[in-house]
């Protein structure tokens, strides 16, 4: 046989077997996830201790389970990440941690900066974080979105790492303080090692 239909062949078969997986029954790595709504009641996730790196330099977060994560390390023209998702990825948060190339120098300066964007915003919290550094919670006015944010400095390097998370919703998020309180609960945990 001719080796150039010996390989359509078995290519023809792989696409049929690949097509003809059962849809019916979701695996392990297949979950139904509705694009409708979040995936899940975020602020009520329960959290788990998790140890990473950014850019070498470790950190430990509590974070949900079952979320994917994503790193990109650092090409020197853009700090490196890594980042978590949930399932859905327009309607569940997404978790970061980066190094903050220009941080704000104070609780007020990144009061302020969480006030900038598209939409008016307001500050729903903030504060000192164990360990040093300052968190802030801010959403639109609209309600449809709310971000945490929290610094620390690397004591061995002197960078400074910001941890945020970010949820959208297309309408007004019912139950955002409850949310916000999980969300600050996520980002008060976030220690720089």
Known sequence: MNPTAVLLTLLAASSLIACNKSKDKP??????VSMDAPSVDWSAQALTKT????????FSVALPPNLQR????????FPGYVTWNGPNPFLDPTFTAQIDAFPPETLSKAEKG??????????????EVDGGGFFVSAAETSKQ?????AWQTSAASGKVVRFSI???????IANLD????WMESVATSFQVE
Not at 51 to 58: L, P, T
Not at 145 to 149: G, S
Not at 166 to 172: D, K, L, Q
């Open 51 to 58: 140890s990473d790196k950014v850019d070498s330099i470790a």
């Open 166 to 172: 970010g949820f959208r919703s297309s309408e007004a």
């Open 27 to 32: 695996t392990k790595e297949t979950v139904e």
């Open 70 to 77: 994503e790193e990109k390390i650092s090409d020197g023209t």
């Open 114 to 127: 969480a006030l900038r964007g598209t939409e008016p915003r307001e500050i729903l919290g903030s504060g």
């Open 178 to 181: 409850k949310l916000r309180l």
């Open 145 to 149: 979105y709310i971000n945490v944010e």
